[in-house]
């Protein structure tokens, strides 16, 4: 390959500009990696969707990766019905409150706890919500805010607009089994959709088809996200 178009290739492929920006390259210390989530947690996250066209929300989120699922309880501000989020690893997610249910099949499972890890850009440090945080950004759908001394999560937000304040981050928090399932009338009738993009994206994704892993990648982070920012809809 001519060495120009070897060069323009190169450039492509890696994303030099978030660690320029953040002044790296002097030949100093490797930027810090982020932080794996542990396999089971609980946060308390509040949301807020006032870019995105939504309100606030108060989110219980239930991480239980060894038992393929996670969990988020959305509480819209001034709203009495909680809608869940069951997402389970494999690919089936029930939304529900307790009138209404809807059945969604993706083509992805869950976020790995590692899921930072491979090709998230960082960015540097920066005082957030309060906390000295190392920041990352990944496939530019997610920024995500780490506390330098804790290594917890402080915030994530959203190339939508939608940011999440980790209110508290419990490690080891489990839900008991019954506050999982789905109830009865999510099974009554069959409105299952099948490889949706949640109403929060599909079209971004289709057009980076064929690159895989991202493709894979983005689809985890809609499903992760797709629930609060659909709730903008209902509230
Ligand atoms: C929500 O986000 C908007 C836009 O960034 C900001 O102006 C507003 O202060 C935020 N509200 C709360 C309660 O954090
Ligand atoms: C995935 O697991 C859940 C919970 O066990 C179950 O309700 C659902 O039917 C499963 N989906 C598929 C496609 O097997």
Redesign the pocket.
């Known amino acids: 390959m001519p060495p120009l178009l070897l060069l323009l290739a190169l450039l492509a492929a890696t994303p030099l500009s978030g660690a320029a920006a953040a002044g790296f390259g002097g030949g100093g210390d490797p930027p810090p990696t982020p932080t794996a989530w542990p396999e089971q947690f609980h946060a308390v996250v509040f949301t807020n969707l006032t870019e995105s066209g939504g309100r606030l929300q108060l989110i219980d989120l239930y991480y239980d990766w060894p038992r393929?699922?996670n969990l988020n309880i959305i509480r819209n501000q001034l709203s009495g019905n909680p809608l869940y989020d069951?997402e389970?690893?494999?690919?089936?997610s029930?939304y529900f409150d307790s009138a209404s249910c809807r059945?969604v099949?993706f083509p992805v499972g869950l976020l790995p706890p590692d899921w930072l890890a491979n090709g998230a850009v960082y960015l540097g440090r920066e005082k957030v919500d309060g906390f000295d945080c190392h920041i990352w950004t990944k496939v530019d759908f997610i920024w995500y805010y780490e506390d330098v001394v804790t290594h917890r999560p402080v915030r994530w937000n959203f190339y939508n607009g939608m940011q999440q304040h980790v209110m508290s981050f419990e490690v080891g928090g489990v839900l008991e089994d019954s506050q999982?399932q789905?109830p009865a009338h999510c099974f009554s009738d069959q409105d299952t959709a099948t490889n949706p993009g949640a109403g929060t994206g599909a079209a971004t994704v289709d057009r980076v088809e064929g690159e895989g892993d991202k493709v894979d990648f983005m689809r985890n982070l809609l499903r992760f996200a797709g629930a609060p920012a659909a709730a903008v809809a209902a509230a």
């Open positions: 393929g699922r069951v389970w690893n494999n690919g089936t029930y059945t099949r999982w789905a």
